[in-house]
């Protein structure tokens, strides 16, 4: 048996479900034997995933948090801060007589955020003559914008953990599908081995070499294999059914490509776990929280004193200056030193946590592949196996040499081998996608 080795470079493994799929495929899976049709019809896995990344619920859903996310950020950026303002007052005023005279105040008023240190403000009323005013404070940080970027890189990095799921999760059921294609196929080809073994029983039984027993069994056994025939076509249309609800495509008759030779691949532990360590969303959002911690608490112990400049001008006056200095310190200092010493202290421990759990999840992900792949080669081996043994008794049977009893009995076990084959198959692909998007997000 050969197979297909390969080693993974640093930085390269996740790159490589492109190279692998990419490989001749091995076979053909169709809708129904002696159909055909056309080839945009066709179907694999790197266009199911596209179309799901493109056209899923959960991705629209997800490109859609993210452009709020980038539309908050817009709102905090400084021009966006502005206002502009329409007001008017009535002042009523005791006149003699008893009567009060009333006059009324109209005023526009704008205000200009240029940056967070520069301000621009205007205001008129028919009464006063139109002033414009210039703020300016030398020290004045923009906190805002700063949580509006944190938060969009947070969005961001959620986004990219949302789509790796998505990608795992239609991977896993494309492979499922394939299964259950395999599977019907299969139980199609084992029917007509089944009709054609009946009728050789009941020509034999008719001649009297064998007996009732002999063809009450052989006609169980063909209603068990329609049997299990129907039951793979309704496990084929459920799987159908998931993927096209996931993609939001009618794929109920589409024709699918199967998966290449899985490949023998070389993969180092710490090259795994340094690129993991490098993607991790968990890992990245942790730091960034740590760094925003940080930051918090170092503008706290700077404590800075504010600073300002105002200037103020109208039509007709000269303009007036007005610059202002001005230091606090809140009784509370201590304590809100305290707390964001601590939170800093929660941020790093979190980051550690975080580590450890990239580098568990990395190791799990790594040793279930391994295992299955393993297994895969040693199932592959056993139905080979027990497919060599069937054929060799079916040809026995033929010449009369075996009863019918004991090529069912070897039929049972060759079908078992087939059917645990299959399901290595299928979480050896899984383990394989899993172990991706583990370094992956």
């Not at 299969?186 to 081995?193: F, G, Q, T, V, Y």
């Not at 109208?314 to 310190?329: C, H, N």
């Not at 800093?344 to 391994?370: C, I, K, M, Y």
């Not at 198959?425 to 583990?438: C, E, G, Q, S, V």
Request: charge should be negative.
């Amino acid at each position: 048996m050969s197979k297909n080795r390969s080693r993974i470079p640093a930085g390269g493994l996740y790159r490589l479900i492109t190279a692998c799929l990419l490989l001749p495929f091995l076979a053909l899976f169709l809708t129904g034997p002696g159909r055909s049709r056309a080839a945009e019809d066709l179907w694999d896995m790197e266009k199911v995933v596209a179309t799901a990344l493109r056209q899923s619920e959960t991705a629209i859903r997800a490109a859609e948090n993210l452009y709020q996310k980038e539309l908050e950020l817009k709102m905090a950026r400084a021009f966006a801060g502005g206002r502009a303002g329409v007001g008017a007052g009535v002042t009523a005023v005791p006149a003699p007589g008893g009567d009060y005279a009333v006059t009324s105040r109209p005023e526009l008023t704008i205000e200009l955020p240029v940056t967070p240190r520069l301000k621009l403000g205007a205001k008129w009323n028919p009464e006063d003559e139109t002033t414009v005013s210039l703020d300016y404070a030398p020290l004045a940080e923009d906190t805002k914008a700063a949580a509006a970027r944190r938060a969009l890189a947070m969005a961001k990095l959620e986004y990219q953990k949302t789509m790796v799921a998505l990608e795992l999760e239609v991977r896993q059921e494309y492979i499922d599908l394939l299964s259950a294609l395999k599977n019907r196929r299969r139980a199609e080809e084992e029917l007509a081995i089944i009709e054609e073994y009946h009728r050789i029983v009941q020509r034999r039984f008719e001649q009297g070499f064998l007996s009732e027993a002999d063809l009450r069994s052989s006609e169980g056994e063909l209603l068990r294999t329609k049997l299990q025939l129907k039951r793979s076509k309704l496990q084929e249309e459920r799987a159908r059914l998931n993927l096209s609800r996931l993609l939001q495509s009618d794929l109920s008759r589409a024709q699918f490509a199967g998966l290449p030779e899985f490949p023998v691949v070389e993969v180092e532990r710490e090259e795994l776990l340094a690129e993991a360590l490098a993607n991790n969303v968990d890992l990245q959002q942790a730091r960034l929280e740590l760094a925003a911690a940080r930051e918090e608490l170092r503008r706290i112990r700077q404590n800075r004193p504010v600073i300002s400049l105002e200037v103020t001008a109208g039509k007709e006056e000269d303009p007036e200056i007005f610059a202002g200095l001005s230091w606090t310190i809140g009784f509370n200092r201590r304590q809100q030193l305290e707390i964001n010493r601590i939170k800093v202290d929660q941020g790093e421990r979190a980051v550690r946590r975080a580590e450890t759990a990239v580098e568990d999840r990395v190791a799990a992900a790594l040793a279930d592949f391994e295992l299955e792949r393993q297994a895969m080669d040693w199932l592959e081996l056993q139905w080979q196996e027990a497919e060599r043994t069937y054929r060799g008794m079916e040809i026995r049977f033929a010449a009369g040499e075996l009863r019918a009893v004991e090529l069912e009995k070897a039929r049972l076990a060759r079908d078992e081998a087939f059917q645990e084959y299959l399901e290595g198959w299928n979480r050896t692909w899984k383990a394989w996608y899993t172990l991706l998007a583990t370094i992956a997000a």
